[in-house]
């Protein structure tokens, strides 16, 4: 990992947050000579979901998403490669067999980027709480689980916050897991047979979706009441009040996986996706919950091959909170009023900002960084290409109707229609032609804008 040149005098940024967007600016800015000052509370102050002081921890879940370029966010994630990010490097040297996603050990993955951040002449760790907006170009990255006085003070400048639950999903151990009923296969047989398939027939689904309806669930504290669901991430007790049938065109989709046993496809599937490098913990997918702990003991054992499941974690539901992008940003992610920056030098970074995704976040980071060079170095601010995944979030942020502004991830919807008519063809193969249009508008970004940086 290079370190990048040494920091130019009177070129300096103060960051507040070292999960991934925060940590990405960070190395960015450093890697253009920019002395930055990073804070981060944790060890010494933890927030709901966190459990180590390590830099990027990942909370909800090890997969950072699909990885091809024939897929929306594999386009995300080759942008950023381009743009020499250090989370996807890291990312990449972390990653755990999990078909066609990008999925790491958390630990590795989180370990190789503090040490990348600690390691770095540039940049200070402070290990404190930060309770104000710093003076001077700062980035607030604090994510949307950022303590009350952060998040008290970024509300008098960006106004009032919107805030929605998320959860993460539980972890079992594979050694207790009953082979004998759960077999090992990716969709469609695209992949070396990563994921653990627990098959259910409909009388055993039927079964466990009552279970989880009349389930008791954790009761949100005051501060939580508000707070609503992100349809991207709903619980999985949610998804099942919805509809007898919302979980099997959900997470427990069966189609593509059929049951090596049989031949056939089984009526629904729970997977189980690889967490760590030794492969010794899976995660349930899909499976966020809110649900008290003895009753995820309790529901969750029955789904076959999971009847004497050890939990090494079990999941959490915690507030997330983001700003309303189109009415409190300026379009490069600084607080603004009727779209004019209130200060030239802040920028909000990461989940905050509106986007949904540990990979949105961090292409959230390293724009963030990239605005406030170019506000250090005196220059206009880059326009990111609307034709790439980072300049479509950002489009997304600026343009979005207000009143009904949700987080977003990248997808097709949000680009740029192609010129041509694309009816036609597959979506893998209309995401190659977007990738291929991203990658090439991407580089000549690169060396007509940033070139010159």
Same mark, same amino acid.
């Given at each position: 990992m290079t370190r990048g040149p040494s920091a130019v005098a009177d070129l300096h940024a103060t960051i507040i947050g070292g999960g991934l967007a925060g940590s990405e600016a960070a190395f960015q800015l450093a890697s253009r000579g920019v002395g930055v000052t990073l804070y981060e509370m944790r060890p010494y102050k933890n927030t709901p979901a966190h459990t180590t002081g390590r830099l990027a921890e990942l909370v909800c879940s090890n997969s950072l998403g699909a990885n091809s370029a024939s897929s929306p966010a594999g386009i995300l994630k080759q942008e950023l490669r381009m743009l020499g990010s250090l989370v996807i490097e890291c990312a990449d040297r972390a990653k755990i067999p999990a078909g066609k996603a990008l999925a790491v050990d958390r630990d590795i993955f989180s370990t190789f980027v503090t040490d990348a951040i600690e390691t770095n002449g540039n940049i200070k760790i402070i290990r404190e709480e930060a309770t104000e907006i710093p003076r001077g170009a700062s980035i607030i990255a604090a994510g949307p689980l950022m303590s009350g006085k952060i998040a008290e003070a970024a509300g008098e400048i960006t106004g009032a916050r919107l805030s929605f639950f998320d959860a993460a999903a539980p972890i079992v151990t594979l050694e207790s897991v009953d082979m004998s009923q759960a077999y090992c296969a990716d969709r469609y047989g695209v992949g070396g047979g990563d994921y653990v398939n627990c098959p259910m027939d409909r009388e055993r689904y039927e079964a466990f979706r009552g279970a989880l309806v009349t389930a008791e669930r954790a009761v949100a504290n005051k501060y939580d009441e508000r707070a609503r669901y992100f349809e991207g991430c709903l619980p999985i007790e949610v998804m099942a009040e919805?509809?007898?049938?919302?979980? !099997?065109?959900?997470? @427990?989709? &069966?189609?593509?996986?059929?049951?090596?046993?049989?031949? %056939?496809?089984?009526?629904?599937?729970?997977?189980?996706?690889?967490?760590?490098?030794?492969?010794?913990?899976?995660?349930?997918?899909?499976?966020?919950?809110?649900?008290?702990?003895?009753?995820?003991? !309790?529901?969750?054992? @029955?789904? &076959?091959?999971?009847?004497?499941?050890?939990?090494?974690? %079990?999941?959490?539901?915690?507030?997330?909170?983001?700003?309303?992008?189109p009415a409190v940003l300026d379009g490069y992610l600084r607080p603004a009023c009727g779209g004019i920056a209130l200060r030239p030098d802040l920028f909000l970074a990461g989940q905050i900002t509106g986007v949904e995704g540990y990979v949105e976040s961090t292409a959230m980071g390293l724009a963030a960084a990239l605005y406030m060079h170019s506000v250090l170095l005196g220059r206009e601010l880059p326009e990111f290409p609307t034709a790439t995944a980072i300049g479509s979030l950002l489009r997304y942020l600026k343009e979005a109707e207000p009143s009904t502004f949700q987080p977003m991830n990248t997808n097709l919807g949000i680009f740029p229609k192609l010129k041509f008519s694309a009816k036609k063809l597959s979506k893998p193969e209309r995401c190659a032609v977007y990738a291929e249009r991203s990658r090439n508008d991407m580089e000549e970004f690169m060396y007509n804008i940033l070139g010159r940086f």
């Open positions: 919805r509809g007898m049938d919302t979980m !099997r065109f959900g997470p @427990m989709r &069966p189609v593509g996986l059929a049951d090596p046993a049989t031949g %056939r496809e089984p009526y629904a599937v729970v997977q189980l996706r690889r967490d760590n490098a030794e492969g010794t913990l899976y995660n349930m997918v899909g499976f966020q919950t809110n649900l008290k702990w003895p009753e995820q003991d !309790r529901v969750f054992r @029955m789904i &076959p091959a999971l009847e004497n499941a050890e939990f090494a974690r %079990r999941g959490v539901m915690h507030r997330n909170s983001f700003v309303c992008a």
